[in-house]
């Protein structure tokens, strides 16, 4: 009877506890696996924007040739070409038009010299170290590229069987990537640049508007010639399986110009990170940049955008997980936006941040933390008592740590570093100050100040 009187109650707790509802499991998304096997060369390498029509007076590739010996001194790996074909003159923009309403796949622009002229300007920036990746338009064409009356079947149509243009881009029509025998001829281009003048990969302009598919077979054919680089115009997670190796990081993009404008603050990077964490594979290089030839000409110049925060926001793009941008001018503080459909030479000046870049290019390249992919380090973020306002973290991998201090506001501010994992004896990379932190240490940066430094 006392057993009985002891069980019950047992019974209807367990019978209460089984009813009860479960709370539901949080499970963290799970990345997708990349199957792109990145090229040796680029684990430390940055990337530079040239803009062969603007670049120079003459704006030709012998004219920007004469740069190499400068570029190669100030620290750039990957020199990415805006498209060198030959430019469509019907529904033309502007006088010279748009350098992506391609004429002509398998030619140059006459603007900027001859076949020859290009397969120096390689040739040169090979012997100096430099790989050489051009812009490629997969997904439309000018309207006087003879494949409009070769092959119209290529071309999106509307209802009335008319060719049609992508967006507002009247100077352009729409390819139709249904047709599986334009996928041939497009690889066959690809395959061209890297036979006739040894490129070693592409930047593909708005990639995904053309089928995913289509840049899986692409890259595994290129990569049977030789090992390519390959940077979408995109920001799509599938993207990075098969086709390519690096995509655009435009939201952390935007995040930076309003974090300068006042409208958001350094928890939008965390959060930022956290999310690319569960949604990239753990090995696609993100391409991090405060400006290129869109942002300038569209959108106004990094100093028009982020004001006093330029430098902050540029040794975030490069101590930041992803690789750094930097865009023909860049590093001359040159702050004008360049007519897209004229010529509008750059005026160089003096070339006033060319030691900052040199520094930060010097940086990338010498400690691994700082390398792409997962042959950098991990961001681990450190929690100060002004987490919105100050931004600070580390980096680490094979015994090197990069300890990175950033103000993003226009305002001095102190705060109080939390946890221990910074402590140690660093030198400051720009400065060479010496500096020790401990567990508990008070900071106090100037507006939109930074410090980056090395674990000594």
Same mark, same amino acid.
């Given at each position: 009877?006392?057993?009985?009187?002891?069980?019950?109650?047992?019974?209807?707790?367990?019978?209460?506890?089984?009813?009860?509802?479960?709370?539901?499991?949080?499970?963290?998304?799970?990345?997708?696996?990349?199957?792109?096997?990145?090229?040796?060369?680029?684990?430390?390498?940055?990337?530079?924007?040239?803009?062969?029509?603007?670049?120079?007076?003459?704006?030709?590739?012998?004219?920007? *040739? *004469?740069?190499?010996?400068?570029?190669?001194?100030?620290?750039?790996?990957?020199?990415?070409?805006?498209?060198?074909?030959?430019?469509?003159?019907?529904?033309?923009?502007?006088?010279?038009?748009?350098?992506?309403?391609?004429?002509?796949?398998?030619?140059?622009?006459?603007?900027?010299?001859?076949?020859?002229?290009?397969?120096?300007?390689?040739?040169?920036?090979?012997?100096?170290?430099?790989?050489?990746?051009?812009?490629?338009?997969?997904?439309?064409?000018?309207?006087?590229?003879?494949?409009?009356?070769?092959?119209?079947?290529?071309?999106?149509?509307?209802?009335?069987?008319?060719?049609?243009?992508?967006?507002?881009?009247?100077?352009?029509?729409?390819?139709?990537?249904?047709?599986?025998?334009?996928?041939?001829?497009?690889?066959?281009?690809?395959?061209?640049?890297?036979?006739?003048?040894?490129?070693?990969?592409?930047?593909?302009?708005?990639?995904?508007?053309?089928?995913?598919?289509?840049?899986?077979?692409?890259?595994?054919?290129?990569?049977?010639?030789?090992?390519?680089?390959?940077?979408?115009?995109?920001? *799509?997670?599938?993207?990075?399986?098969?086709?390519?190796?690096?995509?655009?990081?435009?939201?952390?993009?935007?995040?930076?110009?309003?974090?300068?404008?006042?409208?958001?603050?350094?928890?939008?990077?965390?959060?930022?990170?956290?999310? *690319?964490?569960?949604?990239?594979?753990?090995?696609?290089?993100?391409?991090?940049?405060?400006?290129?030839?869109?942002?300038?000409?569209?959108?106004?110049?990094?100093?028009?955008?982020?004001?006093?925060?330029?430098?902050?926001?540029?040794?975030?793009?490069?101590?930041?997980?992803?690789?750094?941008?930097?865009?023909?001018?860049?590093?001359?503080?040159?702050?004008?936006?360049?007519?897209?459909?004229?010529?509008?030479?750059?005026?160089?000046?003096?070339?006033?941040?060319?030691?900052?870049?040199?520094?930060?290019?010097?940086?990338?390249?010498?400690?691994?933390?700082?390398?792409?992919?997962?042959?950098?380090?991990?961001?681990?973020?450190?929690?100060?008592? &002004?987490?919105?306002?100050?931004?600070?973290?580390?980096?680490?991998?094979?015994?090197?740590?990069?300890?990175?201090?950033?103000?993003?506001?226009?305002?001095?501010?102190?705060?109080?570093?939390?946890?221990?994992?910074?402590?140690?004896?660093?030198?400051?990379?720009?400065?060479?100050?010496?500096?020790?932190?401990?567990?508990? &240490?008070?900071?106090?940066?100037?507006?939109?100040?930074?410090?980056?430094?090395?674990?000594?």
């Amino acid at each position: 009877m006392h057993f009985l009187l002891v069980l019950i109650p047992l019974i209807a707790i367990f019978i209460i506890v089984s009813c009860a509802p479960k709370k539901k499991e949080v499970r963290k998304p799970v990345p997708p696996e990349s199957f792109v096997v990145h090229p040796e060369w680029s684990k430390s390498a940055n990337i530079y924007e040239v803009n062969i029509r603007q670049y120079t007076p003459e704006g030709t590739f012998a004219a920007f *040739q *004469q740069h190499l010996p400068r570029l190669k001194e100030l620290g750039v790996k990957i020199l990415w070409l805006m498209p060198v074909n030959p430019v469509g003159e019907k529904n033309r923009k502007g006088t010279l038009g748009s350098y992506y309403a391609v004429r002509d796949y398998k030619a140059v622009n006459p603007e900027f010299g001859t076949m020859d002229d290009f397969k120096q300007l390689v040739s040169k920036a090979h012997e100096l170290g430099f790989k050489i990746i051009l812009d490629w338009v997969a997904n439309h064409t000018a309207w006087d590229n003879p494949w409009i009356t070769e092959h119209p079947e290529w071309y999106t149509v509307d209802s009335l069987g008319k060719l049609v243009s992508p967006f507002d881009w009247t100077d352009v029509a729409d390819l139709n990537y249904e047709n599986k025998v334009l996928w041939d001829e497009m690889i066959s281009a690809l395959k061209f640049w890297i036979t006739e003048a040894d490129v070693d990969g592409y930047r593909c302009d708005v990639a995904g508007m053309v089928p995913n598919e289509f840049w899986e077979r692409a890259r595994k054919e290129l990569d049977e010639m030789k090992p390519v680089f390959m940077l979408a115009e995109a920001e *799509q997670p599938d993207h990075h399986i098969r086709a390519f190796d690096m995509s655009y990081a435009w939201e952390l993009h935007h995040i930076y110009n309003s974090i300068a404008k006042g409208e958001k603050n350094a928890m939008d990077i965390v959060k930022y990170f956290a999310k *690319q964490d569960t949604v990239f594979p753990a090995d696609a290089y993100r391409m991090n940049f405060i400006t290129n030839h869109d942002e300038n000409s569209w959108k106004g110049t990094e100093k028009t955008r982020l004001r006093d925060a330029v430098n902050t926001m540029a040794v975030l793009t490069f101590t930041l997980p992803g690789m750094p941008l930097v865009y023909s001018g860049q590093e001359s503080a040159f702050n004008e936006r360049l007519k897209f459909f004229e010529k509008d030479t750059i005026d160089w000046k003096d070339y006033r941040l060319e030691p900052f870049y040199s520094k930060l290019f010097a940086l990338k390249h010498a400690y691994q933390p700082l390398w792409n992919g997962s042959w950098g380090g991990r961001l681990e973020r450190i929690p100060t008592s &002004a987490d919105s306002l100050v931004f600070a973290f580390i980096r680490e991998k094979e015994g090197d740590r990069i300890f990175v201090l950033t103000n993003l506001t226009g305002k001095v501010q102190e705060s109080k570093l939390k946890g221990d994992t910074f402590a140690g004896r660093y030198k400051e990379w720009f400065t060479e100050e010496e500096a020790t932190y401990e567990k508990g &240490a008070i900071v106090r940066l100037k507006p939109w100040e930074y410090k980056v430094y090395i674990l000594k």
